[in-house]
């Protein structure tokens, strides 16, 4: 299960829990909307507040395939939206 994902220049970091998550010198999160502590749109909101203070892109990974999900992510200022069921990944050692 994908969680939340934070990509640094040659490291990738996964946090379990919205909690934890902390932005350092990353150039893209992907997120997940649905964490262990937060749900939908609350995750999406603190993600983005974050993200926003270190100049960011966010992506939201969603298993829904919404179209209103992915257009009210994009008025939040997301980056863009993927479906989960559509990737193909490697999960981090």
């Given at each position: 299960?994908?969680?939340?994902?934070?990509?640094k220049?040659?490291?990738?970091?996964e946090?379990?829990?919205?909690?934890?998550f902390?932005i350092?010198?990353e150039?893209?999160?992907?997120?997940?909307?649905?964490?262990?502590?937060?749900g939908?749109?609350?995750?999406?909101?603190?993600?983005?507040?974050k993200?926003?203070?270190?100049?960011v892109?966010v992506?939201?990974?969603?298993g829904?395939?919404d179209?209103?999900?992915?257009q009210?992510?994009?008025?939040?200022?997301?980056?863009?939206?993927?479906?989960?069921?559509n990737?193909?990944y490697?999960?981090a050692?």
């Amino acid at each position: 299960m994908l969680l939340e994902l934070a990509f640094k220049k040659e490291n990738l970091t996964e946090y379990a829990t919205l909690t934890d998550f902390e932005i350092g010198d990353e150039e893209l999160v992907l997120s997940d909307l649905n964490l262990p502590d937060s749900g939908g749109r609350d995750t999406l909101r603190v993600v983005l507040d974050k993200a926003s203070t270190k100049n960011v892109f966010v992506i939201v990974l969603s298993g829904l395939s919404d179209e209103k999900l992915a257009q009210e992510s994009i008025q939040m200022e997301a980056a863009g939206l993927l479906n989960q069921s559509n990737l193909w990944y490697r999960s981090a050692p």
